[in-house]
Structure formats: C-alpha cells, structure tokens
C-alpha cells in the first residue's frame, strides 16, 4: 500500500462518515487519547506564554472551579511542605 500524501488524507477527512469513525476509533485508544491530550497541552501551553487574554480568560474560568481550587489548595500545601 502507498503512503498518503497530506492532501489525499485532507481530502479523505472531508467525508463526515469517515471523520466520525475516525475520531471514535481515537477516543476508544487510551494511547491515542493520552498522545493527543500531551500534544494540546503543549500548544495551550505556547499560547499560555504569548497571549496574555487567553491566559486571563482561562486563569478566571479556572478559578470558578472547584476540582480547579482543591488541586491548586493541594499543590500549594505540598510545595510549603
């Protein structure tokens, strides 16, 4: 079998029916899942340090929520100790 160029596989994700297999196939494969959950914190992290809004937007958000509050509450309480 050939290797696809990006543009074969750009236009084979234009099927939805192909697009949703695919993504259901992605979210069923813990190591996928894992890999993809590193790569988007690497980006947000990039644009954590470059996009002052979106760090403010994120930082207010997060400081609604709760699960948010207790691991901050807990990373600090390790860090005194």
């Given at each position: 079998?050939a290797?696809?160029?990006?543009?074969?596989?750009?236009?084979?994700?234009?099927?939805?029916?192909?697009?949703?297999?695919?993504?259901?196939?992605?979210?069923?494969?813990?190591?996928?899942?894992?890999?993809?959950?590193?790569?988007?914190?690497?980006?947000?992290?990039?644009?954590?340090?470059?996009?002052?809004?979106?760090?403010?937007?994120?930082?207010?958000?997060?400081?609604?929520?709760p699960?948010?509050?207790?691991?901050?509450?807990?990373?600090?309480?390790?860090?005194?100790?």
């Amino acid at each position: 079998m050939a290797d696809l160029t990006k543009e074969e596989v750009s236009k084979l994700l234009q099927d939805e029916k192909l697009m949703d297999e695919v993504i259901d196939s992605v979210l069923q494969d813990p190591d996928v899942m894992k890999t993809l959950a590193e790569d988007i914190a690497d980006e947000l992290s990039d644009v954590l340090e470059n996009n002052p809004s979106f760090r403010k937007k994120l930082l207010v958000a997060a400081a609604k929520n709760p699960e948010f509050k207790r691991k901050l509450l807990e990373t600090i309480a390790d860090k005194m100790q």
